[in-house]
């Protein structure tokens, strides 16, 4: 198993241009999510997925779209891109269950917009 | 209030040492408690899973969890400079589908 995979790893965007991050899981899990991690802030939930065709917003969505067509794959949209979404991008899956929601990354995404 | 807290570090130990990593958290509802490793420039991976108040040993890794005083700890005993990397806490309800994050600790172990 590949577990969770990122294309691209690195990528530099102008202001404006817009971007998709690719996201693929092959663990069969329903849950997936996309979180932004800045450096000493943590990681932060932009969008989730709880199975196809069900997406919803989390902590910091605004600039952002998501959609689930698969159960397997879960790209991330920048529409607009500005300075304030240079950020490492990571994606996870779990599955959720009664053992509670261990979650598994990917290898994450570095972008910087200029 | 941020309902996890998270000394950001960095924490410097000398190869052997024993480390205490600690999470501080405000919402009662945490019923599951989780340890991420990351190191420089990849992603999150889980280290430790806790559920309810009390230890849990994987080896070298002690998780304790306190939840009268809302309070989670990361042992390593006999660190090694493989050990070096961000720490983070992360929790959940159990009732919904969301981990909250602490930031994340770094560690350098040194020989």
């Known amino acids: 198993n590949a577990g969770v995979t990122q294309t691209p790893k690195f990528r530099i965007l102008k202001i404006g241009q817009s971007m998709t991050l690719q996201c693929a899981q092959d663990?069969?899990?329903?849950?997936m999510y996309w979180y932004r991690q800045d450096p000493g802030m943590g990681l932060k939930l932009i969008y989730y997925s709880v199975g196809a065709g069900i997406t919803d917003k989390g902590e910091v969505p605004n600039g952002y779209n998501v959609s689930r067509s698969t159960t397997e794959d879960f790209p991330l949209r920048l529409e607009l891109a500005a300075p304030s979404q240079t950020s490492v991008y990571f994606c996870?899956?779990?599955?959720?269950?009664?053992?509670?929601?261990?979650?598994?990354f990917g290898p994450g995404t570095r972008l910087t917009v200029l | 209030q941020k309902e996890v807290e998270q000394d950001p570090g960095p924490l410097s130990v000398p190869e052997g040492a024993i480390v205490s990593l600690n999470c501080t958290y405000s919402n009662s509802a945490f019923q599951y408690f989780m340890w991420y490793r990351q190191y420089s420039r990849k992603g999150p991976e889980l280290l430790m899973y806790?559920?309810?108040?009390g230890n849990k040993e994987d080896g070298r890794f002690t998780a304790q969890v306190d939840k009268s005083s809302k309070y989670i700890s990361l042992f390593i005993r006999d660190s090694q400079p493989s050990d070096s990397a961000t720490y983070l806490c992360a929790m959940y309800t159990g009732t919904a589908s969301k981990l909250t994050f602490g930031t994340g600790t770094r560690l350098q172990v040194t020989l």
């Open positions: 806790t559920y309810s108040s």
């Open positions: 996870a899956s779990s599955y959720l269950g009664t053992l509670g929601n261990e979650q598994f």
């Open positions: 663990m069969n899990h329903n849950y």
